[in-house]
T-cell receptor
Framework: KQEVTQIPAALSVPEGENLVLNCSFT??????LQWFRQDPGKGLTSLLL?????REQTSGRLNASLDKSSGRSTLYIAASQPGDSATYLC??????????FGKGTRLSVIA | GAVVSQHPSRVICKSGTSVKIECRSL??????MFWYRQFPKKSLMLMAT?????????EQGVEKDKFLINHASLTLSTLTVTSAHPEDSSFYIC???????????FGSGTRLTVV
C-alpha cells in the first residue's frame, strides 16, 4: 500500500528565497507523480506531473524532480513570492487507487 | 482544457437532511470520476470511484448508504450525503483523469457544514 510523506509540514520563508519541498513514497512502482497547490478552502491546482520515465519537470519558477529508486520527489520554488503562499501536495498512484496524497507542506512567503 | 466544475462550493444543512454535490467535466467526457474527502490539516482520502453507467466502487470504511454516488452521464457525477450528521462536515472534492494524459484534474471542492 502506497504511503506518501511530505516534509516539512510547514515552512515560512522571506520573499525572494529559493526553497525545496520534499516528498517520499513507499511504493516505487509508480508511473507518475503529481504536485498540486491548494489555497485555503479551495480545490487543487495541478502544478507539475512527472512521468516515471522522466527525472524532472519545469514550469516557470517551479521544478520538480523524481527519483523512483529512492522513492523521493522534490519541488523546487525559485525566487519565492507572497503569492506562492499555499499548501503544496504531493500525490502518487498506488495499484488501483488513482492518487494517494501526502499531508502537504503549508508554505508562507513573507513580504 | 480538462476542467472539472463542482457545485456547490459551500453548503450548510441541518442534521438529518440530505445534500447533493455535483461534479461536471466541462470539456471532456469522464467515464470515471473520483470522490475525495479532506479533514482539516489532513490528507485527501479517496472515498469512492464513480463509474458511468454502473455502480460506484467504495473504499474500505466508507458507508455506501450514506454516500450515494450516481454517474448517470459521461459528464456528470453526483455525491449525495444522506441523513447528514455533524461528523460528515468536511471538504469534499471530485477528480477525473485528464484525457490523453496520466494526470488528474480536480474540482474546486465543496465545504459541507452540518449543524
Amino acid at each position: 500500500k502506497q504511503e506518501v510523506t511530505q516534509i516539512p509540514a510547514a515552512l515560512s520563508v522571506p520573499e525572494g528565497e529559493n526553497l525545496v519541498l520534499n516528498c517520499s513514497f513507499t511504493d516505487s512502482a509508480i508511473y507518475n507523480l503529481q504536485w498540486f497547490r491548494q489555497d485555503p478552502g479551495k480545490g487543487l491546482t495541478s502544478l507539475l506531473l512527472i512521468q516515471s520515465s522522466q527525472r524532472e519537470q519545469t514550469s516557470g519558477r517551479l521544478n520538480a524532480s523524481l527519483d523512483k529508486s529512492s522513492g523521493r520527489s522534490t519541488l523546487y520554488i525559485a525566487a519565492s513570492q507572497p503569492g506562492d503562499s499555499a499548501t503544496y501536495l504531493c500525490a502518487a498512484p498506488s495499484g488501483n487507487t488513482p492518487l494517494v496524497f501526502g499531508k502537504g507542506t503549508r508554505l508562507s512567503v513573507i513580504a | 482544457g480538462a476542467v472539472v466544475s463542482q457545485h456547490p462550493s459551500r453548503v450548510i444543512c441541518k442534521s438529518g437532511t440530505s445534500v447533493k454535490i455535483e461534479c461536471r467535466s466541462l470539456d471532456f467526457q469522464a467515464t470515471t470520476m473520483f470522490w475525495y474527502r479532506q479533514f482539516p490539516k489532513k490528507s485527501l482520502m479517496l472515498m469512492a470511484t464513480s463509474n458511468e453507467g454502473s455502480k460506484a466502487t467504495y473504499e474500505q470504511g466508507v458507508e455506501k448508504d450514506k454516500f450515494l454516488i450516481n454517474h448517470a452521464s459521461l459528464t456528470l457525477s453526483t455525491l449525495t450525503v444522506t441523513s447528514a450528521h455533524p461528523e460528515d462536515s468536511s471538504f469534499y472534492i471530485c477528480s477525473a483523469r485528464i484525457p490523453g494524459r496520466y494526470g488528474y484534474t480536480f474540482g474546486s471542492g465543496t465545504r459541507l457544514t452540518v449543524v
